[in-house]
T-cell receptor
Framework: QQPVQSPQAVILREGEDAVINCSSSKALYSVHWYRQKHGEAPVFLMILLKGGEQKGHEKISASFNEKKQQSSLYLTASQLSYSGTYFCGTEAMDSNYQLIWGAGTKLIIKP | GAVVSQHPSWVICKSGTSVKIECRSLDFQATTMFWYRQFPKQSLMLMATSNEGSKATYEQGVEKDKFLINHASLTLSTLTVTSAHPEDSSFYIC??????????FGDGTRLSIL
């Protein structure tokens, strides 16, 4: 079952913050976050494993709430280069190595 | 590290032609390789999962005879679009991974069938 991402799209001004959410109805082993720019392959951002964790860099970070089967991606003081479509991929306990992708969140950063 | 090479990056060919796309993991041995298809403004759609030395597992609605997958080694998988038609035009992306690690994507192949 496809994880649900929200919002579907967001427009920000450079320097503003954004939060993208990803929720699943299945018990998850991991959540993966990727960013894809138009016409390019997805680029890996980070992976969060069960046990509940938070990780990332100073301006791009994520959390994984294992109990709620939810993950959130935090973009702080956004830069123009952050524009793109963000996908979460969830790996369930019974996933057979597959990642199930959310529909994506389109992020547009304006100067 | 963890580089996946996909070739070719762009193909334009006539209807009825068969097209082969290669996916190689350059610096690691992949447990599994995946083939995706992506239409404009849509998410990645998994076509098939491929383990080395075994038959690929196709997703529902994906024609096995149309999209032939061969996984010859731990570092190479190929997708052949047989007798391609305009409706097969799309962006095809492969990925490779080791369990518990991220999926690493190739750069994708843009296929245009005239």
């Amino acid at each position: 079952q496809q994880p649900v991402q929200s919002p579907q799209a967001v427009i920000l001004r450079e320097g503003e913050d954004a939060v993208i959410n990803c929720s699943s109805s299945k018990a998850l082993y991991s959540v993966h976050w990727y960013r894809q720019k138009h016409g390019e392959a997805p680029v890996f951002l980070m992976i969060l494993l069960k046990g509940g964790e938070q990780k990332g860099h100073e301006k791009i970070s994520a959390s994984f709430n294992e109990k709620k089967q939810q993950s959130s991606l935090y973009l702080t003081a956004s830069q123009l280069s952050y524009s793109g479509t963000y996908f979460c991929g969830t790996e369930a306990m019974d996933s057979n190595y597959q990642l199930i992708w959310g529909a994506g969140t389109k992020l547009i950063i304006k100067p | 590290g963890a580089v996946v090479s996909q070739h070719p990056s762009w193909v334009i060919c006539k209807s009825g032609t068969s097209v082969k796309i290669e996916c190689r993991s350059l610096d690691f041995q992949a447990t599994t390789m995946f083939w995706y298809r992506q239409f404009p403004k849509q998410s990645l759609m998994l076509m098939a999962t491929s383990n080395e030395g075994s038959k690929a597992t196709y997703e529902q609605g994906v024609e096995k005879d149309k999209f032939l997958i061969n996984h010859a080694s731990l570092t190479l998988s190929t997708l052949t679009v047989t007798s391609a038609h305009p409706e097969d035009s799309s962006f095809y992306i492969c990925s490779a991974r080791v369990f518990g690690q991220p999926q690493h994507f190739g750069d994708g192949t843009r296929l245009s069938i005239l």
